[in-house]
């Protein structure tokens, strides 16, 4: 399966159990990537190809249908013999398949490269200690002697549209709710239903606990950080399994680019902030200034996706 992707195999408690499990590409392949992809360039061929907004036949399906080459076949001729009407739609529907290729266009893909990416992230298991350890004496990642970076990129997903960037990273993801629901699911059964309850009702408060905790933590992140506009997903207050969302102007979308570009390598605010000079020009001051980074590294570190040390290696902040 693909890195990330893992599922849950539930066993006896007074036995000992060995189970391996091999997958090749599960619901990875070009079939699936097309399967997200086609009906986002069959809309951009409706909007833009009167062809494919034009009616089809009336009873179409009866000149094509199987029972048409049955019929066909009952008069003498040939089983795949369509006839003339069902002919044409046929070949009418082959040529604006092929068509609809001219709407497959690098933003096309960019999008659903998003949209797929963002669906691993919400899958993906959180890394094993999914808590930030704050240096006890308040240390943020841009005083002073300094030094940071962000964590593992591979637990990011970075997606830019024409106004906001969206950081989805898998840090508050659940590990007990992993891929769909716990697997003690409505009718399910292994023998021992009263210890199956007991269980299933301490997850249950383990979970709204967590969610209480979760919550409120984000509440206190985006009133420290209004400036910024650091915001959550909506949806997650309904949704534990889901990958957590910050949005930010999309002018903070270089710095965030190059904050997961330099990963492994830890950077000081002022390289940061020459690195980010250079790449926006003197027309994208604002994403540069001291308080604009300012704001975008303490709602970072805030949801504990910066690690910081003091110059030299020693480590102030650490997300596992």
């Known amino acids: 399966m693909p890195r990330g ?15 391996v499990t091999v997958s090749t590409y599960q619901q990875h392949t070009y079939m699936d990537f097309l399967i997200n992809l086609t009906p986002l360039a069959l809309r951009f061929a409706f909007d833009k190809d009167i062809e494919f ?4 036949p009336r009873d179409y399906f009866r000149s094509v249908g199987s029972a048409a080459a049955a019929a066909s076949f009952s008069q003498g001729e040939d089983y795949d013999d369509l006839g ?19 709407y497959i266009t690098p933003e096309t893909i960019a999008h659903i490269c998003d949209a797929t990416g963002n669906e691993f992230m919400e899958h993906r298991l959180p890394p094993k200690s999914n808590k930030t350890q704050q240096h006890k004496s308040g240390t943020t990642p841009f005083q002073p002697g300094a030094e940071f970076r962000m964590i593992n990129p591979k637990m990011l997903q970075l997606t830019i549209d024409h106004d906001s960037a969206q950081l989805h990273h898998c840090l508050a993801n659940s590990r007990d709710l992993h891929m769909g629901p716990p697997i003690e699911e409505e009718g399910y059964s292994d023998g021992d239903n009263e210890d199956d309850g007991e269980e299933q009702q301490r997850k249950e408060e383990a979970r709204e606990a967590r969610e209480a905790g979760e919550a409120g933590q984000a509440k206190n992140n985006e009133d420290e950080h209004e400036d910024e506009h650091v915001e959550n ?21 270089i710095v965030l680019s190059i904050l997961m570009g330099t990963y492994p390598r830890y950077m000081s605010f002022g390289e940061l902030e020459k690195r980010v000079s250079a790449a926006v020009g003197e027309e994208g001051y604002e994403a540069a200034s001291p308080g604009a980074l300012n704001a975008l590294l303490g709602g970072l570190h805030l949801e504990g996706l910066l690690e910081s040390r003091a110059k030299g290696g020693k480590r102030l902040v650490q997300a596992d």
């Open 5 to 19: 992707y893992v599922h849950y195999a539930k066993t006896p408690p007074d036995t000992s159990s060995c189970h």
């Open 53 to 56: 907004r034009k009616g089809i």
């Open 84 to 102: 003339t009407s069902g002919k044409s739609f046929v070949s009418k529907v082959r040529d604006l398949f092929l068509k609809t290729a001219r």
């Open 233 to 253: 997903d909506e949806n997650e207050e309904n949704d534990p399994k889901r990958a957590k969302s910050l949005m930010f102007p999309r002018s903070r979308a």
